[in-house]
């Protein structure tokens, strides 16, 4: 089956390591297309995780993927990555 995954990941406005989040970001969600957006905050925040689902899988396959991952699960990941991208800056 296959899903897309979108991440949306907000930082300061005076944050540098913007192309650096983002490759970091991308490589340790690879099947992600991910999305850097400035907006006025102290630190870097998931702002959302979306997962498309392909519509023409069978409805049992699909109630399986999301059973397996939700949104919620993905922003949870981001987070995370975000914590250990910040220990390593």
């Known amino acids: 089956m296959s899903k897309k995954i979108h991440i949306v990941v ?5 944050f540098h390591d913007r192309d650096r989040l983002t490759q970091f970001l991308e490589s340790k969600f690879p099947e992600a297309e991910v999305s850097v957006t400035h ?3 102290s630190e870097p925040e998931v702002e959302e995780a979306m997962i498309e689902y392909d519509a ?12 397996d991952e939700d949104s919620r699960s993905v922003m949870q990941k ?8 910040a220990k390593s800056s």
């Open 56 to 67: 023409s899988a069978p409805p049992a396959e699909t109630a399986e993927e999301v059973a």
């Open 10 to 14: 907000d930082v300061p406005f005076e």
């Open 39 to 41: 907006k006025e905050i």
């Open 78 to 85: 981001v987070r995370d990555a975000l914590a250990e991208f």
